[in-house]
């Protein structure tokens, strides 16, 4: 059916690309390019002769359009999928306009330097206009939304799992099982054990960055901000068990709150062990998690970065971690004039990922649809010009997609309610 230029080459990107390779009717042929060529070459050669995809590599650094746009004109994807980091959602995004091409994500922007004044007075205006503080929101992106439509491009953002299956989810729930939905809690568990007294699950910049946050939630029509972990829930997850979790914010949470009508509350959990944040609480107390610069012995460091460097790489985690993940959506609404409640979720086993693609369960769980959402763009399955969340299109192909890709899900129309 066509070609699609992955960028990255890190965790999830290694899951996208098994799952495209599998997937060869629709991804004849992809490009793997990353900053870090060499990897890159790896996966190919695990790859090559196992599928039919025809597997290409380059070096290319994504925060330098131009360098993109050569890239791009010469490979010509039908599609590009940024694996990489949110950092480089804008400049990919201005490539694909320059380059005319469909352009994919799994996260929205958010800058690597938050201390950059002008990226800060944008941000400050913002956190008094809307009410929350995270750095990372779709006002960047929405940005794009007229130079998409007038391109006759399309824009899909945030094509993981959450954000993106559950915003299928919610889409699924609103087309077929409520007439009006007045609550979603959305749950993500991890249930898995590596084995490390820390570590994290994907990206640790990032990961560390947003679950060190203050945690917001949407309630009657405007968001209500908590100081980081301060609202804490026991929840009994199917097939997991017991696990605490806590109110983060996430950015589903703000295209649901416009995308899904008359919506009342909207809020996000995800469980963490007292270690880990134990362990989080002591890094961010010594400075650990800053991003700004600092002069060490004649280099300039960021703690952050040094603290990436010293912590166990998430794509090595697939062969430590055991347990299973459970991630889904809780619904409250009415369907013809009745009360009813919904939980859709998927759950995920750490070890059966790992057999599968090599990877432990939450990059399985974000490149899969990763995947599925780019496939959604080239077959022309999901096809409007403009910038898009996954809630904004049709659920069905979708999530029909899941069940044959390897994220089948479940609805239990009775489910325990988070108080
Ligand atoms: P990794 O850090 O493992 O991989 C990132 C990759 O991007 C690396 O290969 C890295 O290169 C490459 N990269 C970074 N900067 C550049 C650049 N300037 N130019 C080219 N390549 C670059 O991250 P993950 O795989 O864990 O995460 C990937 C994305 O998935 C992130 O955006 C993360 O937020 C998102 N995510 C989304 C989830 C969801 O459910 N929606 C859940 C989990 C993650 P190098 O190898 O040289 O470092």
Redesign the pocket.
């Known amino acids: 059916m066509g070609k699609a230029l992955i960028?990255?080459?890190?965790?999830?990107?290694?899951v996208v690309i098994h799952k495209c390779c599998q997937n060869s009717s629709v991804f004849e042929e992809i490009m793997i390019?990353?900053?870090?060529k060499s990897?890159c070459d790896a996966i190919k050669e695990k790859l090559d002769g196992t599928t039919p995809t025809k597997i290409r590599t380059a070096k290319?650094?994504?925060?330098?359009v131009d360098e993109l746009v050569v890239l791009i004109d010469e490979y010509k994807p039908d599609i590009v999928m940024?694996?990489?980091?949110?950092?480089?959602d804008l400049?990919i995004m201005d490539a694909c306009l320059k380059c005319g091409v469909n352009y994919m994500?799994?996260?929205n922007y958010e800058p690597e330097d938050t201390d950059d004044p002008a990226w800060r007075e944008i941000y400050e205006k913002r956190c008094k206009e809307e009410g929350f503080t995270a750095y990372f929101d779709y006002s960047w992106q929405w940005a794009y939304k007229e130079k998409f439509e007038k391109a006759g491009l399309t824009a899909l953002l945030?094509?993981?799992?959450?954000?993106?299956?559950t915003q299928a989810y919610c889409a699924y729930a609103q087309k077929h099982l409520f007439d009006q939905i007045d609550t979603i809690d959305i749950l993500d568990c991890n249930g898995g054990d590596h084995g490390y007294p820390f570590a994290t699950?994907?990206?640790?910049?990032?990961?560390l960055r947003e679950v060190s946050a203050p945690g917001s939630y949407w309630e009657d029509g405007h968001w209500v901000e908590i100081p980081a972990m301060s609202i804490k829930r026991e929840y009994d997850f199917d097939q997991v068990g017991k696990k605490d979790m806590y109110l983060l914010h996430h950015e589903e949470i703000e295209s649901l709150a416009k995308n899904i009508p008359g919506v009342k509350r909207i809020r996000f959990f995800m469980t963490f062990g007292q270690s880990y944040l134990t362990h989080m609480k002591c890094l961010e107390n010594v400075g650990m998690l800053s991003t700004a610069p600092i002069e060490f012995e004649g280099h300039q460091i960021v703690p952050i970065q040094f603290l990436?460097a010293l912590l166990p790489?998430?794509?090595t985690l697939g062969p430590r971690t055991k347990g299973k993940t459970n991630i889904g959506c809780i619904f409250t609404g009415k369907k013809d004039g009745k009360e009813k409640t919904a939980y859709i979720y998927n759950v995920c086993d750490h070890e059966a990922c790992y057999r599968e693609v090599g990877s432990q369960a939450?990059?399985y769980?974000?490149g899969v649809?990763?995947m599925i959402g780019a496939a959604m763009l080239m077959t022309g399955k999901w096809n409007k010009p403009g910038v898009y969340t996954v809630e904004e299109f049709d659920p069905d192909p979708y999530m029909e997609a899941l069940n044959k890709w390897g994220l089948p899900w479940q609805i239990n129309e009775n489910p325990a309610l988070v108080d």
């Open positions: 960028i990255g080459c890190g965790g999830v990107a290694s390019a990353s900053r870090t990897k290319v650094d994504a925060d330098n940024n694996i990489a980091l949110p950092y480089q400049t994500d799994t996260a945030g094509s993981g799992f959450d954000p993106g299956v699950n994907f990206n640790p910049e990032i990961n990436k790489d998430p794509a939450i990059s769980t974000t649809p990763a």
